[in-house]
């Protein structure tokens, strides 16, 4: 039975690295493309595990369902901060996103509707034809998940709703200017960044099958802004690779655990004082130097 | 002849200040009509009003015969009304090619379109051929926050033009530039309007003005003091008195 406790570490930590790096993606379409500062994306996260959770314990609703629901449910959510934030700019936005985090969870904590403090326990495992996933196939679930919303945010990339955010995040009054109704593509920025999170978070309810409001605090929020930060703001591969980093370094370093908030903090003060493109963000340094070696591997192509 | 812009009683208060107070002017089609004033006359904020970025303490604006009261900025690009800045708003980072671009795509923001693809050859040779005109085309992949200021006051119109607006509204297109430079960004204005555009264009340069402008309004704390073909207004009593002072009128 040895081979099985061995497999399932790795396999949990690879499920937590793919959940989570969606919610960072989410969050730095937002931040990274848009420009619009999200303290608060464990806010959202928590609304697509609770509605989930919900969902399928209550109403036994198939997961697939429940999942759309909960990514649904999540974009609500942003819609409304997007529309709060139409009228808010830089610190007075981040200050009212962190509000939204404790609001959340104190919401969580207090209506019986979501368990209270005592949280939703036996959420089922999402099972598909018969067949109920757990271990590796549920990993597998959430990169078929990820992968599309990697897809997803390159499209946005490719798209004229990219540009819109580009052109938002550099001066929105040249934006207006452009037809670019600034108002309602703030709105749909938080709306994405949210429903990333509300997905995220019903993977993540449907994985540890018992949730508590006290998954989803300002902590959590601040653990995906690291990521987003230490991956490079607008960089999909970089985050991926940042919530890779953040998640396995205190599984690697099992005695910094417990000071992990106060590391993240102490790596985003640094990040942004010495490297604020991040490792993979435009323009930061490993970028640059990848670019580099791709460019004379190609010139020593072209010489032969 | 067909004003295309036409304002009726024009004012706009701040507090006590009436930085615009009971404008009525009239931009004709295909004609470069210039404002002219000393600093503070109310020039930009009659551009704020027009374009939707401020709202009329009370008074009238029409483009083309439709009354702008209910539209915002967004809905007034639309129609066809187009500007730029007198502090160049540049996307920063962003490449010149693409500030371009983004403005090329205007049409894509509205409703569900935004969705579509970006990269679609038809919209790089659009772009491309505004750049030419325009004379930006062996600047187009420079970040444009680092350009000097001239390119940065091209690139504006290429923005403007890009949105395939009907008017274009400039303002001070030369500010900050070489007389050259300058003399380059008027013959561009006129082959604009060769091309069908509408042109109004603020400008503290009376020399310029003089050389790019069909007519001219004149203002002067935020009224109309003088209005007609460029030569009458320069001489006018009232604008030379509101350049230079009284007592350099009565000493002449």
Not at chain 1, 218 to 245: K, Q
Request: hydrophobic content about 45%.
């Amino acid at each position: 039975m040895r081979p099985i406790v061995l497999e399932a570490y790795p396999i949990t930590l690879l499920t937590i690295i793919g959940t989570y790096a969606i919610a960072a993606i989410g969050l730095n379409l937002t931040m990274g493309s848009a420009g619009q500062v999200n303290l608060g994306q464990a806010a959202f996260i928590g609304i697509g595990a609770f509605t989930s959770a919900i969902l399928t314990t209550e109403y036994s609703m198939p997961f697939v369902v429940s999942l759309l629901v909960s990514g649904l449910m999540a974009m609500i959510g942003g819609t409304i901060l997007g529309l709060i934030s139409v009228r808010l700019r830089e610190d007075f936005l981040a200050i009212t996103t962190i509000g939204i985090n404790f609001v959340a969870v104190s919401v969580f904590q207090y209506y019986p509707l979501f368990g209270g403090s005592f949280g939703i326990g036996d959420i089922p495992r999402p099972s598909f034809f018969g067949f109920e996933l757990s271990g590796p196939s549920y990993a597998g679930l959430v990169y078929v998940v990820l992968s599309l919303c990697i897809l997803g945010a390159l499209w946005t990339r490719r798209s004229w709703l990219g540009l819109a955010f580009k052109a938002i995040k550099e001066d929105e009054i040249a934006a207006l200017s452009m037809r670019i109704d600034v108002r309602k593509f703030k709105m749909i920025a938080f709306a994405i960044g949210a429903g990333y999170g509300g997905l995220a978070g019903c993977l993540l309810a449907h994985f540890r099958t018992y949730i508590v409001y006290s998954d989803f605090t300002f902590s959590f929020s601040i653990e995906l802004l690291t990521i987003v930060v230490l991956g490079g703001l607008g960089s999909i591969a970089g985050t991926t690779m940042g919530t890779a980093i953040v998640v396995l370094f205190p599984e690697v370093i099992r005695p910094l655990l417990q000071y992990r908030l106060v590391i993240y903090i102490l790596m985003l003060i640094v990040l942004l004082r010495f490297q604020p493109e991040g490792l993979l963000g435009e323009k930061s340094a490993l970028s640059r130097y990848l670019h580099s070696i791709v460019v004379r591997l190609y010139r020593r192509e072209g010489a032969h | 002849m067909k004003a295309l812009i036409k304002t009726e009683g024009l004012c706009k208060f701040f507090g006590g200040i009436k930085a615009v107070n009971d404008v009525n002017i009239r931009c004709e089609e295909v004609e470069i009509l210039g404002i002219i004033g000393p600093n503070g006359a109310g020039k930009t904020t009659l551009f704020n009003l027009i374009t939707g970025f401020l709202r009329p303490s009370s008074g009238r604006i029409f483009f083309d015969g439709i009354n702008l009261e209910r539209r915002n900025v967004v809905g007034r690009v639309k129609l066809g009304i187009a500007r730029t800045f007198q502090v160049t708003r540049p996307f920063r980072s962003l490449t010149v090619y693409e500030n371009v671009l983004i403005s090329y795509g205007s049409p894509n923001y509205s409703g569900l379109s935004f969705l579509k693809s970006s990269f679609k050859e038809a919209y790089a040779q659009g772009v491309r051929k505004i750049l030419r005109d325009v004379g930006l085309k062996n600047v187009e992949d420079q970040i444009s926050g680092s350009l000097p200021i001239g390119y940065q006051r091209r690139l504006e119109i290429a923005r403007a033009l890009a949105l395939k607006a009907r008017i274009l509204l400039l303002d001070e297109p030369t500010g900050g530039m070489s007389h050259e430079e300058g003399q380059e960004i008027v013959s561009l204005a006129k082959s604009l309007r060769q091309m069908g555009l509408t042109i109004m264009i603020i400008e503290h340069n009376m020399r310029v003005a003089l050389n790019a402008c069909d007519r001219i309004y004149a203002l002067d704390y935020g009224s109309v003091i003088a209005e007609g073909k460029p030569d009458e207004v320069v001489n006018d009593r009232k604008v030379i008195e509101a350049y230079l002072g009284a007592g350099y009128v009565a000493k002449s």
